[in-house]
């Protein structure tokens, strides 16, 4: 399975964006690049996913290099719900979610 | 509308027991998957169904852990002869669909297994 790898944890402010890096050197051509997130204390939820072009939705945008080597979620303007493990995933058709640790995003007030 | 729901939130237990885990999916999802989740770590997968059947039991750890989904939505996790390495968050997700590049999993809040 393609591996994906992920700072170990950021800071930002409240309320400023936030650009959070995802390495993908080996993804295939048909990996989508998916991001969910953990908020303390709860399951996993799902944030945004994409293939080659940038996505937005109501949560966040997703960047993806032309080479699809790399990506980065935005988060336009975190608040302190935002807190959270963010976790960058590549996906196949196997139903399987393969998940490192993720990227621990502190905000500060 | 409802999402995936995990009974009980937290469980102790003592080394030995039997445990039982319950997960209702979304309304609809075929799927649904078992994940364990140890403190600092990403979830790591167990079990898969799809439907009734298991269709990918590969991540079990042994022999004591086993699962059902005997009329297609909801499933128990079912772990015998508890140890004290089975402490962990056991999560359950669902998806409407699988094998799909795509799919989107919808977790519950999991529940919080000790085995003191």
């Known amino acids: 399975d393609a591996k994906t790898t992920q700072p170990n944890s950021m800071e930002s402010n409240e309320e400023e964006p936030v650009h959070l890096p995802c390495n993908h050197s080996t993804i295939s051509g048909t990996d989508y690049i998916h991001w969910y997130r953990q908020l303390p204390s709860q399951g996993p939820e799902y944030v945004i996913h994409?293939?080659?072009?940038?996505v937005n939705n109501r949560m966040a945008s997703l960047a993806i290099a032309e080479d699809r080597k790399s990506s980065t979620l935005i988060l336009h303007r975190a608040t302190l719900r935002d807190a959270a493990v963010y976790y960058c995933i590549l996906k196949d058709s196997n139903y399987q979610l393969i998940w490192g640790a993720g990227t621990k995003l502190i905000i500060k007030p | 509308g409802a999402g995936v729901s995990q009974t009980p939130s937290n469980k102790v237990t003592e080394k030995g027991k039997y445990v039982e885990l319950r997960c209702d999916p979304i309304?609809?999802?075929?799927?649904l998957y078992w994940y364990r989740q140890s403190l600092g770590q990403g979830p790591e997968f167990l079990i898969y169904f799809q439907g009734t059947g298991a269709a990918d039991d590969s991540g079990l750890p042994n022999d004591r852990f086993f699962a059902v989904r005997p009329e297609g939505s909801v499933s128990t996790l079912k772990i015998q002869r508890t140890e004290r390495g089975d402490s962990a968050v056991y999560l359950c997700a669902s998806s409407r669909t699988s094998g799909t590049s795509t799919d989107t999993q919808y977790f519950g809040p999991g529940t919080r297994l000790t085995v003191l």
């Open positions: 994409g293939l080659t072009s940038n």
């Open positions: 309304s609809g999802h075929t799927a």
